[in-house]
């Protein structure tokens, strides 16, 4: 089986399928239950790695706000026109009485567009205590 070996020694990652295909390949007519049985005693199989399970977690509640421009809400969303173009609109909410505070509505919206939009915004209304953002899919 020192087909068998060089194979692996080759092809480090690969599995016994593959090694198997390719011994195939080379002309030997060895079953899969006699080459597996040696590629076991190789100690050549790979362990497989099983997801990890995530803790589920609490989510807490929102806090209410008492008075105009203490919270802020911030949210993507995307459409097209009629033309089916897409475009993309970034939201900002005021939560106490939720007044839009700006949409900034664009084909492409850059991290350094969306920085200097909050800039002008946090210039008109004020800076807010917090910001809420859905990080969601």
């Known amino acids: ?28 007519k060895w079953n899969h239950k006699r080459v597996y049985r040696v590629y076991c005693e190789l100690k050549l199989n790979l362990r497989v790695k099983r ?17 105009p421009g203490e919270c802020w809400s911030m949210d993507f969303m995307s459409d097209s026109s009629r033309n089916q173009r897409r475009f993309r609109t970034f939201n900002v909410i005021d939560d106490f009485n939720r007044e839009a505070l700006g949409i900034d509505i ?26 809420r953002v859905d990080n969601g899919s």
């Open 106 to 131: 664009a084909v492409s919206l850059p991290a350094g567009r969306i920085t200097s939009y909050l800039d002008k915004l946090a210039e008109y209304h004020g800076f807010p205590l917090e910001i």
């Open 51 to 67: 997801k990890q399970c995530i803790p589920p977690r609490s989510p807490e509640r929102l806090s209410i706000p008492n008075r």
């Open 1 to 28: 089986m020192s087909v068998l070996s060089a194979i692996t020694d080759k092809h480090l990652r690969w599995g016994f399928p593959k090694c198997f295909n390719r011994i195939r390949k080379l002309g030997y």
